[in-house]
């Protein structure tokens, strides 16, 4: 348990510590891992193989041993026979080494009772020493005694021991040359193995290694990747991505920060941008508002101001009064004036026919040929199947008001307005033309424009301008009427030509 | 770092340290020696065998050995490993020179045998004579078939024999033309009672059997045994001298069964001479279901080796044990043979 929280700590620790690593840094801690890593393993299998070889030269080791004996035992006998021949005392002393060195190598060999076959016969091979060795010693105590007999029959049978052991000296040391052999062949081999594992355990120890730099270097790149993407992403127009996770405190994660930060910053100055023009927006449509309410309370001003009914009812009386004093052309006068009136407050929110507009205009142009003692020459041209075209109500009277107040009314000729109504192809034109003062083209874009001033293109109080008109018409007719203004010049006179369509397609009801 | 790296970061160092592992483990395997690998006992006996026959007397070593790691002891099969062939006698010799803790050895007559067993109990090692005594020699036992029986098994299979081929040729014997000659070999190197034993065993059977020496006549044949390859020589011998070709041939060794079986064969005398073998290995028994042996008798080579050891081992740890242990014998005919051949 503690264990695992040692390397869980190290672990976190670790992973700390490579999260604040720069790229160059990462990079050359991790190979410098892999290299130490494989430096490692060569190491290691190269001890051991080295520790083989050793083992590989020490293989004949035990026949060495084995020929020391057998020389050994030769020293034994030669000394031996020396004294028997000469007695003399090197002799002996060659004896009495040669059976020291003789009897300490017998002390190495086996004494125990196995079922290994050379261990059996080192044990046997020394079980016959001690007993040569006993004849020998026999034969010299016998030489020094003089007891001819005595050491010629121990010699010969020290003799014949002594060529028996050598036998089985000669025997074991085949055995073991035949055993040595064996394991210097599988020792070869096995170095040969030891080759082959050695470079599959060096491969595996490569793959590892190579997974092991993968791995690290896919924690380096990922990060740059979703950067790509992102950056991509950002490219095309999306900001609205996630925030990209920084993994790591190089500089990848740096940059991956800035670009954080930067979306986000620019986020940040769309929606400001977008804030900036919403409430733009919002002040224009006050402004508007503002603009509309001025004009309804104009209204409501004006309409509070005429009570029509009484207006009406006043100038009917009027009408009767004229009758009943015979003075008919004030009856019809006044009667002209309160048609006109009724009808600008019954239509002013509706469509009318084509004939009711003609007939105000009729109207109008009456009332004025009264006021102004018939200057007015006001001549029509209308086409009678026309007369049912469905119209804006309110469209044909400020024309003429405004060709009579800027056309005609202050010029020194003769001031003629002509109306005329007609179809052309799938087009019902209505024009309406003066000979009066005329516009200049800068005029006629001006006011085509909508940039003139409010009080000019209106027909005085409770009038209604051009541009009125004009939204109207687009209005009620979903941008398919056309609206013209036609004039040479100064004093060449004006026509307004509207053009409307001539299949109605069902018309805007409030216009 | 994820869960699955971390996996594979454990997998990669996993890897690298169980292949370093296997790497140490497959040095250490390679580096470990054969002589390592051997278990101690607490005797040491040595088997002496005869130089020649090694097929009979390795199932006796190998009962032997059997037998002596089951009681804590190691039997050597002394001499064999080495380059000089000595003889049974040096062999003795060299085994009480070598101070081992029993000795196991096939007896004979020689003197020189007593006086080295002697020699051997002397110095405390017992010694056991396996398959034939040393007579009036001090060993501690006689592991072996009883010859007189042995003697007897072999003279009823004369009898047998001599019951079949009376049947058939009643008149040529009733006649009293010659009599059936049997012949027994010998090995004249061991002046051996059983030997004696045996003989005197078929002769008494036949007797009983009122078999008259003008019926039956038993001789023997000396086999020179002194030489390697020698008694091949003298087997072939009896069958190129026609005059002296038995009727029934009876031998008591399997070197002997074997010789005389390749001889039947090779002078094409095989129904001629009926061939009593010994022992029971697969050549004998092939021979014997062929019917090119009549029959042949084999000591039970496993009971042989296992109570030489028992004998050797119950004298160390008392101090005393039998002085003969009889080893049974089976008597395999042609039915048997091929039934034991298939079986193999």
């Not at chain 1, 050491?151 to 002594?162: H, R, S």
């Not at chain 2, 078929?202 to 045994?225: F, H, M, W, Y």
Request: with cysteine.
């Amino acid at each position: 348990m503690n264990r695992k929280k040692l390397f869980g700590d190290s672990g976190i620790i670790l992973k700390r510590k490579w999260k604040y690593l720069t790229l160059q840094q990462k990079l050359t801690a991790l190979f410098l891992l892999t290299a130490v890593i494989i430096l490692i393993v060569n190491l290691y299998m190269f001890a051991l193989i080295n520790k083989m070889t050793g083992k590989v030269e020490e293989v004949y080791i035990s026949n060495v041993s084995l020929n020391e004996l057998s020389k050994a035992l030769d020293q034994v006998q030669n000394s031996m026979e020396e004294y028997l021949n000469t007695k003399s005392s090197d002799a002996m002393e060659d004896y009495y080494r040669s059976e020291q060195v003789y009897h300490e190598l017998v002390d190495r060999l086996n004494t125990q009772v196995t079922d290994n076959r050379m261990l059996l016969t080192e044990k046997n091979i020394r079980g016959l020493s001690g007993s040569y060795l006993e004849l020998v010693a026999q034969a010299i105590q016998a030489k020094r005694g003089r007891n001819v007999e005595k050491y010629g029959k121990l010699y010969e049978d020290a003799d014949m021991l002594y060529e028996e052991i050598l036998t089985f000296i000669y025997g074991l040391n085949n055995a073991q040359f035949e055993d040595n052999s064996q394991n210097y062949q599988v020792l070869l081999r096995s170095l040969r193995y030891m080759e082959l594992i050695s470079v599959g355990v060096l491969l595996f120890v490569l793959l590892g290694n190579i997974s092991l730099i993968i791995m690290s270097t896919r924690s380096v790149t990922r990060p740059l990747q979703q950067l790509a993407r992102a950056a991509d992403e950002v490219a095309n127009g999306n900001f609205e991505i996630e925030k990209l996770p920084v993994w790591s405190m190089d500089e990848v994660g740096t940059v991956t920060n800035t670009f954080n930060e930067m979306v986000e910053n620019i986020r940040n100055y769309i929606e400001q941008l977008r804030e900036t023009l919403e409430r733009e927006n919002r002040l224009k449509e006050r402004d508007l508002m503002v603009q509309s309410h001025l004009k309804d309370a104009q209204l409501k001003y004006l309409q509070a101001q005429i009570n029509p009914h009484f207006l009406f009812n006043t100038l009917n009386a009027g009408v009767q009064l004229a009758m009943m004093e015979a003075a008919d052309r004030t009856g019809q006068f006044l009667e002209n004036v309160a048609e006109f009136f009724r009808y600008n407050v019954q239509k002013n929110d509706e469509d009318a026919a084509l004939r009711e507009e003609i007939h105000l205009v009729d109207n109008y142009v009456y009332i004025l040929n009264v006021r102004f003692s018939g200057e007015i020459l006001f001549s029509k041209d209308v086409d009678e199947s026309l007369l049912n075209v469905r119209v804006p109500s309110m469209i044909l009277q400020p024309l003429v008001e405004n060709a009579f107040n800027y056309g005609i009314r202050n010029i020194n000729w003769k001031g003629r307005i002509e109306l005329s109504v007609y179809q052309k192809d799938r087009e019902i034109c209505i024009s309406i033309w003066d000979n009066g003062a005329g516009m200049e083209k800068k005029r006629i874009e001006q006011v085509l424009s909508g940039h003139v001033k409010e009080q000019e293109t209106t027909a005085g109080a409770g009038g209604i301008g051009i541009k009125n008109v004009m939204q109207r018409l687009q209005l009620y007719f979903h941008n398919q009427a056309g609206f013209r203004i036609l004039s040479e010049g100064k004093n060449a006179g004006t026509e307004v030509l509207i053009t409307v369509p001539a299949e109605q397609e069902e018309p805007s009801c409030i216009v | 770092m994820t869960g699955k790296k971390i996996i594979l970061s454990a997998a990669c160092l996993t890897g690298v340290l169980g292949s370093l592992l296997f790497f140490r483990q497959q040095f250490l395997e390679l580096g470990r020696g054969k002589e390592a690998s051997y278990e101690t006992y607490e005797q040491h006996y040595v088997m002496i065998t005869g130089e020649t026959d090694s097929d009979f007397w390795n199932r006796i070593y190998e009962s032997a050995l059997e037998e002596g790691k089951k009681r804590g002891a190691y039997v050597e099969h002394f001499g064999e490993d080495l380059s000089v062939e000595y003889s049974r006698n040096e062999l003795l010799r060299l085994a009480v020179q070598a101070s081992v803790d029993g000795i196991i050895v096939p007896g004979d007559e020689d003197e020189e045998t007593r006086e080295l067993l002697k020699e051997a109990v002397e110095q405390g090692i017992p010694v056991i004579n396996v398959l034939e005594d040393s007579t009036g020699s001090i060993r501690q036992c006689f592991v072996g078939n009883n010859g007189y029986n042995l003697g007897q098994d072999y003279g009823h299979q004369v009898l047998e024999i001599l019951g079949e081929e009376g049947s058939k040729e009643t008149d040529e014997t009733a006649a009293g033309t010659t009599p059936v000659k049997v012949l027994v070999l010998v090995d004249d190197t061991q002046t051996d009672t059983n030997q004696n034993l045996i003989l005197l065993g078929i002769r008494g059977t036949l007797e009983n059997a009122g078999k008259s020496a003008d019926e039956v006549l038993v001789q023997t044949c000396p086999v020179d045994n002194s030489r390697s390859f020698s008694s091949e020589e003298s087997i072939r011998d009896i069958f190129l001298n026609l005059e002296k070709l038995p009727d029934i041939l009876i031998c008591l060794s399997a070197v002997h069964t074997r010789c005389a079986y390749q001889a039947a064969v090779d002078y094409n005398k095989v129904g001629n001479v009926q061939i009593l073998g010994y022992y029971d290995s697969d050549v004998i028994l092939e021979a014997v279901a062929k019917q090119i042996l009549y029959s042949t008798i084999a000591p039970d080579t496993e009971q042989m080796g296992r109570l030489c050891v028992q004998a050797l081992d119950e004298y160390v740890k008392t101090g005393y044990t039998n002085s003969y242990l009889a080893v049974d014998t089976r008597l395999i005919k042609t039915e048997e043979a091929e039934r034991m051949v298939d079986g193999r």
